[in-house]
Structure formats: structure tokens, C-alpha cells
């Protein structure tokens, strides 16, 4: 298992952004030595390299991986799928303004970096749980039953 997180974010620089651009050109068609002077290019860069490091560690897992722009709206059902969770559930997260979202026209849109965000929020607080069990586990401390 890869120590790669699963859900990245990565806000690209303008200067990362260029060099994305000329190797979205190059990898159409490249030749070796065209590679290889992308690659030492890319690895300078290090949300570039970040990027590619997912890619290839979700691809080294499970052999298949989207990629969605964190500008991506998504429906409430899209939200909820991705994060395994009901739609009741996600609308009661959407109604708190737990998630934001918008509106457009009856349907309500949810960008695709909000949902990130929230995955991590709730991932973090699930670890730090994980860890207090563990805790008290350790010291013998929780609850213990009367039979």
C-alpha cells in the first residue's frame, strides 16, 4: 500500500501551469530524450511532482484513477457517492452549511474541492479518535462491563 494520500489538492503555480502545458504537448508525442528532459523538468516543480506521484501511486494500487477539476460541481447524489454517504445526509451536511454549496436553478451544485475539503476534515477527526481509543485502550482506561 502506498504512503501517497488519497485525495490531493494541488493549487498549481503559473509557472507549474506552463510547464503542465508543454508536457501535455510533449507526452502526445514524445520520443525518449523528449522524456527524459520533461521528467528532470517536472520533478523541479514540486506540486507537479506531487500530481504525478498520486497518479501513479492510485494507478500502482488499484490500476484505474479519475482526475476532476476542484471547480467541478457536483449534484448531491455525485457528493454523496464519492464520499459513500446518502443523499438525506448530504443534504442535512448541505442545509448546516457543513459543505458549501450553490444553486443553480432548483438543483443544488457542490464544487468538487469542498467535498476534498470536508473528506479531509472528517478524515483527520476520525484518525484523532483512532488514536484516543488506542490511548486508552493502553492505559486500561473506556468502559468495562458488570458481568
Known amino acids: 500500500m ?28 514524445a520520443k525518449n530524450k523528449e522524456l527524459e528532459k520533461l521528467f528532470q523538468e ?22 484505474n484513477v479519475a482526475i476532476a477539476s476542484s471547480d467541478r460541481a457536483l449534484s448531491s447524489q455525485e457528493a454523496a457517492d464519492f464520499l459513500s454517504l446518502s443523499r438525506p445526509f448530504i443534504n442535512k451536511l448541505l442545509d448546516t452549511h457543513i459543505i458549501p454549496s450553490h444553486k443553480t436553478g432548483t438543483h443544488r451544485r457542490i464544487y468538487f474541492k469542498d467535498i476534498l475539503e470536508y473528506k479531509f476534515r472528517r478524515d483527520r477527526m476520525s484518525h484523532g479518535l483512532d488514536v484516543l481509543t488506542e490511548e486508552s485502550k493502553k492505559l486500561g482506561l473506556g468502559w468495562k462491563s458488570k458481568s
Open 2 to 29: 502506498s504512503a501517497a494520500p488519497k485525495f490531493h489538492f494541488i493549487e498549481a503555480s503559473s509557472v507549474e501551469i506552463e510547464v503542465a502545458q508543454r508536457a501535455e504537448k510533449i507526452l502526445g508525442n
Open 42 to 63: 517536472i520533478i523541479k516543480h514540486p506540486h507537479l511532482l506531487e500530481a504525478f506521484h498520486a497518479f501513479m501511486s492510485e494507478i500502482a494500487e488499484k490500476g
